[in-house]
């Protein structure tokens, strides 16, 4: 928080009504702990993290940012600030997640139409819609632009045919943001941007199960699944844009740590695990590790409190979702280093839930440098769109 910030009195008066509701309605069971991603997980709230869910949905708290009319919490950055500093002091983390939250809202509210907005918005703050991304497909990985799921124009509805892969979440998503081929004869310029209800006839999905044990990706067919035109979220070929947008959202949720699925021991301090099974030594790689996570937050924060309130995500963000991957990984590998033989646990008694979560997130978040856009495609936004560099024959 700025200094302007901590003089100015409407941010005060704010900071005490944050403090007062969530000493009325955060359930103390719940502090440090992370619920945010469980819809993903196919998991159903229950008991105080359904009531948490339900009351941040409600006061729009989930999605601060969002505007008022939509059931969000039109808070000003430096409001939503402050907010993220009240909840923290108490361990309360905010339950409302997921790709709507982190992706696909902001996206709605940039390019949607306001029959679309007055339509979606309000099951993503409340946290009660499920949404999955529609994108890669078994031959359009990096090069997205080559996908082709076909949307036919049936006169009052699109005819969908394709298949898409690492669709996380997807078995128990309601909707699909879609990219999908409108026009055979240009790449780019034939792709168009379509919402897509996962419950329609003709969807089908198959988990793909992972190393870690988890099946949150999945491949996704279409069949003759049926569209209604009103689902076309911008112009029709304009596709391309919009899907670029939300990469960027993507990528500046994934690179502030907001898309990491299975975090391991996040709650917990890196240097406090490892006084429990370690004890402390002179290499100093935890305190290095723990420098580089600070400054790594705080570059964050500053990034959000230079951002103007009108404005999204750029390509800075291609460097926050290269270095947030790095740390995450760095992480999860010194927690298995420090457990040892603890640090191997699959399952069975003789280890901890806390050390088989992190086995497991380990294995996981192997996947953080290739979701989101490979590493490699991040460092080519990096040296062309921010360093200005060209490719040379």
Excluded at 62 to 84: I, M
Excluded at 160 to 168: E, F, L
Aim: hydrophobic share 35%.
């Amino acid at each position: 928080m700025s200094a302007a910030e901590k003089l100015d009195p409407e941010l005060e008066s704010f900071r005490a009504e944050a403090r007062a509701w969530l000493a009325e309605n955060f359930p103390p069971s719940l502090k440090d702990k992370d619920v945010s991603m469980t819809a993903m997980a196919g998991i159903t709230l229950s008991g105080d993290a359904k009531l948490w869910q339900e009351r941040m949905g409600a006061k729009g708290w989930g999605t601060p940012t969002y505007p008022k009319q939509y059931g969000g919490g039109g808070l000003t950055n430096a409001q939503a600030r402050v907010l993220q500093q009240e909840m923290a002091r108490i361990g309360a983390k905010n339950p409302i997640g997921g790709m709507g939250v982190m992706m696909f809202g902001p996206t709605l509210l940039e390019y949607g139409n306001e029959e679309q907005k007055a339509r979606h918005v309000p099951g993503i703050v409340t946290g009660t819609v499920r949404w999955c991304q529609g994108y890669s497909e078994p031959n359009a990985g990096s090069d997205l632009a080559a996908l082709r799921t076909q949307a036919v124009d049936k006169g009052d509805h699109y005819l969908v045919n394709g298949q898409k892969i690492w669709t996380s979440g997807a078995q128990f998503a309601d909707w699909c943001f879609c990219l999908v081929r409108t026009d055979n004869s240009k790449k780019h310029e034939g792709i168009s941007f379509l919402l897509i209800d996962m419950k329609s006839p003709g969807v089908e999905v198959r988990p793909i199960k992972l190393i870690s044990g988890n099946s949150p990706f999945c491949e996704t067919f279409f069949t003759d699944v049926k569209v209604p035109k009103e689902n076309l979220m911008g112009p029709l070929n304009g596709g391309w844009t919009i899907g670029k947008r939300l990469l960027q959202f993507e990528r500046a949720g994934l690179g502030s740590g907001g898309g990491s699925a299975g975090r391991g021991g996040a709650a917990q301090g890196i240097d406090e695990i490892a006084k429990k099974y370690v004890g402390t030594d002179e290499k100093g790689r935890i305190a290095e590790h723990q420098m580089s996570a600070r400054a790594f937050a705080l570059t964050i924060a500053r990034a959000q409190a230079e951002a103007k309130s009108n404005a999204g995500p750029n390509q800075t963000t291609s460097i926050m979702k290269n270095a947030g991957s790095k740390l995450q990984q760095e992480r999860a590998e010194l927690l298995l280093e420090i457990m040892g033989s603890q640090g191997l646990g699959w399952e069975g008694e003789g280890f901890t839930r806390e050390e088989i979560e992190s086995t497991r997130a380990w294995l996981g978040g192997k996947a953080v440098t290739i979701y989101g856009g490979t590493a490699e495609i991040q460092n080519n936004i990096i040296a062309k769109r921010i360093l200005g560099l060209l490719d040379h024959q």
